[in-house]
């Protein structure tokens, strides 16, 4: 199944900062709708606390490219991605060099045989 972080705000009453309260859970679902609805409902989170959803990426998977990332790479993978998905909720432009390193992770990947 698999794994995805979703964010979402926390409500008013418990913030603590003057920015909004970005809260991360990671979750295995059949689907991102399903992760962030089940997470909603486990967590009491409206709908209108929802910012943000991506799926994590396993070493086992063949990418669009043919490759398959190591263990370490798909982490690092992941994380990069959960780093882009917060500034992201969190109503922000994501640094370009993030997704700079995202791809750059893709394209050095190994190559699966044909």
Not at 26 to 54: D, F, M, P, V
Request: hydrophobic share 40%.
């Amino acid at each position: 199944m698999p794994v995805f972080s979703v964010f979402f705000e926390r409500s008013p009453a418990t913030k603590t900062k003057v920015r909004p309260d970005i809260v991360e859970h990671i979750t295995e679902a059949e689907s991102w709708i399903a992760a962030a609805k089940e997470l909603a409902a486990a967590h009491n989170y409206g709908t209108l606390q929802y910012r943000a959803c991506c799926e994590h990426i396993t070493s086992e998977q063949t990418l669009w490219n043919g490759a398959t990332l190591s263990r370490y790479e798909a982490d690092a993978y992941n994380g990069i991605w959960r780093t882009i998905k917060r500034w992201q909720a969190e109503g922000l432009t994501a640094p370009a060099n993030l997704y700079d390193e995202a791809h750059r992770l893709i394209a050095d990947a190994r190559k699966t045989a044909a």
